[in-house]
């Protein structure tokens, strides 16, 4: 497995402090706030993550990051540039890897990532062999001369992310970037986000599914309505916002609401969704058995983990996924 | 860390630190990497879309020979530009060689852009990178910009072969078409990225049909009421007709830099409206 280069020295020279510094950034259109004064920070090397249902105003952050979406207002800097008069500047220190592939379908998979890093200005001598490693790093040498539209949705995805590192980026930014996959494709492309991670990459990334968010984020924000609700790690996230344990009761859709108010007391907290009743507490078993004391008989009954799942019900009140 | 990356991304780097930035042409708007546009569309276009590329230059072949050949039978000589007798076929190869550019030029600019930027994504996937859209723009309409010289240098063979091309200066065709294309390439780059559907690109073909038969092409402009000349006088293909029928002729005048000023215009509006609008699409 061949590793994956990248430059040790900052792509801007001399530069140091955290690669993305956002202070109140705001993005409005007409009436409507996508993004509404959020900021944060992110240090080099990274794996920050922005966790939130659709529309919570992800992308459009990640669009600004990216140099493809001016800022109504607040501070953003890229590498020390503000994107808004530095866009091709900043566009070239950056991997973009957005939330639908837009790989180029009248080239074959070789020729996407020598077009694309031409695009960046790059010499073909410096484009051979990186397009050879980075399919290797994709594993995708054997269909280099394939065409795009018969690779599958997982190798179209690690495509666009052997794409994105043509430029031989300091920031990856990756919008949703495992929606659609199966989970053996998902797991693939997590292990090679991993190596990036590994090999220095400050991986910015969105997404509605917490277990990858807890698989790759060292920190994160949990975003809605275009405010940050929480930051942390995913961790101390669900320490802070969460208990250890959650039971999950399901007695069927009619009569959840009403056999909540029998649970009263159990746990530390109790959340009544739709089709499923949780109860939040340390210890899950000791809270199920307090449940059968009681002489309530759910169809289905479940122990697990508290997850960030967990974490953005209690903060905003509704699921992740909906 | 490899030794290849390191140059490159110095020679990348290079035009693109903060401190060379206020050296960028047109600033965000031109990374001055057209080539690579340019480049990419011809890989894409070789090997497919052949059957296309010779409709496009054989439509108006049969119309040289059908109407040049069969109707000018019928008709005889007609009264040139320069106000000589000349063959039918000799009056209407020139404005069809005009056509031959539109067509070209057009077809690129409107339905190929229309499928990238509403289904290829491809220009989402350019402007994400160090390109400007303007090089974008360029690099798009240079591409139509190939595909109309090369239906123009075809069909002036065929006129060559046919007898119609009599003086050197009428070579003059060839570039004089390219400007042609330019014009319609631009200003149908710029159309196409207000579009939002498939059906919208009907009108498309709803305004070059008429275009091409009204536009003077096989009949003076004379036969019109005032009205409709004026009319005829303010499309972009009168304009091409009349520059390349002159030029064929070797009846250069003030007109004939008045038609060639037409699609100056017509080339710069069409390009800052293509450039605006891809900033404003992928770039807001």
Redesign the interface.
């Known amino acids: 497995m061949p590793q994956i280069?990248?430059?040790?020295t900052s792509?801007?020279?001399g530069f140091q402090g955290p690669v993305i510094a956002a202070s109140n950034l705001t993005k409005s259109y007409g009436d409507f706030t996508a993004v509404d004064g959020i900021s944060f920070a992110v240090p080099a090397g990274e794996a920050f993550g922005l966790l939130g249902p659709n529309g919570a105003g992800k992308s459009t952050t990640m669009k600004m990051i990216?140099?493809?979406?001016?800022r109504t207002s607040g501070e953003l800097a890229i590498m020390g540039?503000d994107p808004n008069?530095?866009?091709?500047?900043v566009?070239?220190h950056l991997g973009?890897v957005?939330q639908?592939d837009?790989?180029?379908?009248?080239?074959r998979v070789r020729?996407n990532l020598l077009?694309?890093g031409?695009?960046?200005?790059?010499?073909k001598?410096?484009?051979q062999?990186?397009a050879d490693?980075l399919l290797e790093f994709a594993q995708l040498t054997d269909k280099a001369k394939a065409r795009v539209d018969d690779l599958s949705g997982g190798m179209k995805r690690r495509l666009t992310i052997a794409r994105s590192l043509i430029?031989?980026p300091r920031i990856l930014l990756l919008d949703e970037p495992t929606t659609g996959l199966d989970p053996q494709a998902r797991h693939i492309l997590w292990d090679r986000l991993f190596r990036l991670k590994e090999a220095g990459v400050t991986l910015i990334l969105t997404t509605h599914y917490m277990d990858e968010a807890e698989q790759l984020c060292d920190r994160l924000i949990v975003v809605d309505k275009g405010t940050i609700m929480a930051e942390g790690s995913p961790a101390a996230l669900i320490r802070t916002h969460s208990s250890r344990e959650v039971v999950e009761l399901r007695f069927g859709s009619e009569r959840n609401t009403t056999v909540a108010a029998e649970l009263d007391g159990i746990g530390e907290r109790l959340e009544t969704l739709p089709d499923r009743v949780l109860i939040y507490a340390n210890d899950g078993e000791a809270a199920l058995e307090a449940v059968s004391a009681r002489g309530l008989r759910p169809i289905t009954s479940l122990v697990r983990r508290s997850s960030l799942e967990d974490v953005f019900l209690r903060l905003t009140g509704r699921s992740l996924v909906d | 860390m490899s030794t290849g990356p390191q140059t490159g991304a110095a020679e990348f780097l290079a035009p693109t630190s903060p401190g060379v930035a206020g050296n960028r042409f047109l600033g965000s708007l031109y990374a001055r990497n057209i080539r690579a546009v340019f480049a990419r569309g011809l890989k894409a276009t070789w090997g497919t879309n052949w059957s296309i590329m010779i409709s496009g230059f054989v439509e108006p072949v049969l119309y040289l020979l059908a109407m040049g050949i069969g109707l000018g039978a019928l008709i005889g000589t007609v009264t040139g530009p320069g106000g000589e007798q000349i063959s039918y076929a000799a009056y209407i190869a020139p404005a069809l060689l005009a056509v031959s550019a539109m067509n070209g030029a057009v077809y690129d600019s409107t339905m190929n852009v229309f499928f990238k930027l509403n289904y290829a994504r491809l220009y989402e996937g350019m402007l994400a990178t160090s390109l400007g859209p303007l090089d974008v723009a360029l690099g798009e309409i240079l591409l139509a910009l190939l595909r109309g010289a090369m239906y123009a240098t075809g069909f002036t063979a065929v006129m060559a072969a046919m007898g119609l091309v009599t003086s050197p200066t009428a070579l003059l065709m060839i570039p004089a078409a390219v400007v042609v294309a330019f014009g319609f390439a631009s200003f149908g780059m710029a159309i196409t990225s207000y579009m939002k559907t498939f059906q919208q690109l009907d009108w498309v073909s709803f305004v070059m049909l008429p275009m091409f038969l009204f536009s003077a092409t096989f009949y003076p402009l004379s036969v019109y009421p005032q009205a409709v000349q004026w009319l005829i006088q303010a499309l972009p293909l009168w304009h091409g007709v009349e520059m390349l029928r002159q030029i064929s002729a070797g009846a250069f005048s003030l007109a004939t830099a008045g038609h060639l000023l037409y699609f100056v215009v017509m080339i710069a509006i069409g390009l800052m409206v293509t450039t605006r609008r891809l900033e404003a699409l992928f770039q807001k």
């Open positions: 280069t990248t430059s040790k792509a801007v020279s990216g140099g493809v979406s001016r540039l008069t530095n866009g091709p500047e566009r070239a973009v957005p639908q837009n790989l180029d379908e009248e080239l020729d077009a694309y031409r695009y960046f200005g790059l010499p001598s410096y484009l062999p990186k490693e430029n031989d």
